[in-house]
């Protein structure tokens, strides 16, 4: 077997195609034609998943492949902070645009990857590439794929500037809403505009969660109330986040939050109130001896790339392959704190190593099972 490379220009150009096609979540339909198209024109064997009614994953394979290793990534983003301005530009070595870090720069590493082992007859049998919808919403796209596949492991390309990431935050969802009363807007009181007493109970809970853990980060992702015109708003709803370093029993740390919600919300004068969990899940650490995690040690070595460990504190689909029982480790271009910003951006220089790492890794699981 000749050791292959990858085509940097070849990669640049998929990279900044795909960065200049807006797909947010529940709008992929354009780029998964775009790349259903690329893909098919390699050879590769491309398989069209079903999510719902008009979405879908695009799978990608050597032909009559058993995959157990899965390569993961996700086409959709956030919605643009400017819908004017959100294509590809370079500048200095850096390319911006929406969803260069999170996660198109890995995506398009992955693509040439897998693209260069096929052309090098090294693609392995038993791997698999799953570019996926919807996973900056609610992760239908991989829950999609899991429902039709099971993987012993998994190489995700979320933005971890190439440091590998054997542990992974848990996270939980939070929903808050309470009840006051409607009335004038001159009879207004403190005690029963909802506005009011939830901004006194966000403020409360920022000030038990620091204290609980520094290192949890709570994020209050969205405040709204009802629409009452020249009236007491009558409700009032907050949307939070929450990231957990591994370890932390999330269910219990939420069992013992909503107990202190409901205290302090008991003691005020609010008409009614709801809290909601949508979603719960653990962080994870994975044994740094599993021989996966070894392989990827071996491919930084050869390619004289320093070996450091991290953490990844985001939620990610990720959290949804460990509970179906794979090990997945985090590995891919760019930066969280770039991701989700008006600039976000990621050194080219990145997706070319993140491609030549992923590439390699193929190389090595090739030559595993000849």
């Given at each position: 077997?000749?050791?292959?490379?990858?085509?940097?220009?070849?990669?640049?150009?998929?990279?900044?195609d795909?960065?200049?096609?807006?797909?947010?979540?529940?709008?992929?339909?354009?780029i998964?034609?775009?790349?259903?198209?690329?893909?098919?024109?390699?050879?590769?064997?491309?398989?069209?998943?079903?999510?719902?009614?008009?979405?879908?994953?695009?799978?990608?394979?050597?032909?009559?492949?058993?995959?157990?290793?899965?390569?993961?990534?996700?086409?959709?983003?956030?919605?643009?902070?400017?819908?004017?301005?959100?294509?590809?530009?370079?500048?200095?070595?850096n390319?911006?645009?929406?969803?260069?870090?999170?996660?198109?720069?890995?995506?398009?590493?992955?693509?040439?990857?897998?693209?260069?082992?096929?052309?090098?007859?090294?693609?392995?049998?038993?791997c698999?590439?799953?570019?996926?919808?919807?996973?900056e919403?609610?992760?239908?796209?991989?829950?999609?794929l899991?429902?039709?596949?099971?993987f012993?492991h998994?190489?995700?390309?979320?933005?971890t500037?190439?440091?590998?990431?054997?542990?992974?935050?848990?996270?939980?969802?939070?929903v808050?809403?309470?009840?006051?009363?409607?009335?004038?807007?001159?009879l207004?009181?403190?005690?029963?505009?909802?506005?009011?007493?939830?901004?006194?109970?966000?403020?409360?809970?920022?000030?038990?969660?620091?204290?609980?853990?520094?290192?949890?980060?709570l994020?209050?992702?969205?405040?709204?109330?009802?629409?009452?015109?020249?009236?007491?708003?009558?409700?009032?709803?907050?949307?939070?986040?929450l990231?957990?370093?591994?370890?932390?029993?999330?269910?219990?740390?939420?069992?013992?939050?909503?107990?202190?919600?409901?205290?302090?919300?008991?003691?005020?004068?609010?008409?009614?109130?709801?809290?909601?969990?949508?979603?719960?899940?653990?962080?994870?650490?994975?044994?740094?001896?599993?021989?996966?995690?070894?392989?990827?040690?071996?491919?930084?070595?050869?390619?004289?790339?320093?070996?450091?460990?991290?953490s990844?504190?985001?939620?990610?689909?990720?959290?949804?392959?460990?509970?179906a029982?794979?090990?997945?480790?985090?590995?891919?271009?760019?930066?969280?704190?770039?991701?989700h910003?008006?600039?976000?951006?990621?050194?080219?220089?990145?997706?070319?190593?993140?491609?030549?790492?992923y590439?390699?890794?193929l190389?090595?699981?090739?030559?595993?099972?000849?």
């Amino acid at each position: 077997m000749i050791a292959r490379t990858i085509r940097t220009e070849r990669l640049h150009a998929l990279f900044s195609d795909m960065v200049d096609i807006y797909s947010p979540s529940g709008k992929e339909d354009e780029i998964v034609r775009y790349l259903a198209e690329y893909l098919k024109g390699t050879g590769l064997a491309v398989v069209l998943r079903a999510v719902d009614e008009t979405r879908y994953n695009l799978e990608i394979s050597a032909k009559r492949a058993e995959p157990k290793i899965l390569f993961l990534g996700h086409i959709d983003t956030v919605p643009a902070y400017d819908i004017e301005q959100y294509e590809f530009s370079e500048h200095q070595g850096n390319c911006h645009g929406l969803g260069t870090a999170d996660m198109k720069g890995g995506c398009a590493a992955m693509i040439e990857a897998f693209v260069s082992a096929w052309e090098g007859d090294c693609l392995p049998s038993d791997c698999m590439l799953s570019l996926v919808v919807g996973e900056e919403e609610n992760g239908d796209g991989t829950q999609a794929l899991l429902e039709a596949w099971r993987f012993s492991h998994a190489i995700v390309a979320e933005p971890t500037n190439m440091q590998p990431c054997t542990s992974h935050f848990g996270y939980m969802e939070l929903v808050l809403t309470l009840l006051g009363y409607r009335r004038h807007a001159a009879l207004s009181e403190k005690e029963t505009n909802a506005i009011r007493t939830m901004l006194q109970l966000l403020l409360q809970l920022e000030e038990h969660v620091e204290h609980s853990s520094h290192e949890i980060a709570l994020n209050i992702r969205d405040l709204h109330s009802s629409e009452s015109g020249f009236a007491v708003p009558d409700s009032c709803s907050a949307s939070l986040d929450l990231h957990m370093p591994a370890g932390v029993d999330v269910a219990r740390y939420a069992q013992d939050l909503e107990a202190f919600l409901r205290a302090f919300i008991e003691t005020s004068s609010v008409n009614g109130f709801r809290i909601e969990l949508p979603f719960i899940t653990d962080g994870y650490v994975i044994d740094t001896s599993d021989p996966f995690v070894e392989m990827i040690k071996s491919v930084y070595h050869d390619l004289s790339l320093p070996w450091e460990l991290e953490s990844f504190r985001s939620h990610s689909d990720a959290n949804l392959l460990r509970d179906a029982g794979c090990t997945p480790i985090i590995l891919g271009p760019g930066s969280l704190s770039a991701a989700h910003t008006k600039d976000e951006y990621v050194p080219f220089g990145q997706v070319v190593q993140a491609s030549e790492v992923y590439l390699n890794l193929l190389q090595v699981l090739h030559g595993r099972s000849t």
